[in-house]
């Protein structure tokens, strides 16, 4: 094979490396986008490390700042919470779609579904009233994890 067919072959070969890469780009970005997170045990025990020793709202917000949604509702009740956006890159590798909350009453709950971005849960505890009715909409919406060593929850 001669010099010039040599040098044709390995421009034809970057050209199709080049087109690939150009085609390759975009598809790994959608499906990167597309593998939303629905929840995740893993993360959900790490976010109850994390909310466990919390005794009340503002050492929540003092310690874990703008990824925690807290409330106090009028009855006394409290709950801080973290919710994983769904629309990670990668989110279903990295926990998305997560929500541990824990309340006053000292439990710490899982929910897995679709959290709409990064302050996704904020709707949820921002329009409740109480802690019941946060309860009964994330039971609406979400799935309830049971961590492995503790009962099923019923009911808010």
Not at 45 to 65: M, V
Not at 66 to 88: C, I, M, Q, R, Y
Not at 123 to 146: G, H, I, K, N
Request: aromatic content about 8%.
């Amino acid at each position: 094979m001669d010099t010039k067919t040599r040098r044709s072959r390995r421009t034809q070969f970057v050209l199709v490396v080049i087109v690939l890469a150009c085609l390759a780009g975009p598809a790994v970005l959608v499906l990167g986008v597309m593998l939303g997170g629905t929840g995740s045990p893993r993360k959900a025990e790490q976010l109850r490390a994390s909310l466990q020793d919390i005794p009340d709202p503002g050492t929540a917000r003092s310690q874990l700042g703008d990824t925690v949604e807290t409330k106090t509702f009028a009855n006394g009740t409290w709950v801080v919470g973290v919710g994983v956006d769904s629309h990670l890159w990668m989110g279903a590798y990295r926990g998305g779609g997560t929500v541990v909350l824990k309340d006053s009453r000292g439990r710490v709950r899982a929910f897995f579904g679709h959290v709409c971005g990064p302050r996704g849960l904020r709707f949820y505890v921002e329009d409740a009233q109480s802690l019941e009715e946060l309860y009964e909409r994330l039971y609406r919406e979400f799935t309830e994890y049971s961590f492995p060593e503790d009962p099923p929850h019923g009911g808010g």
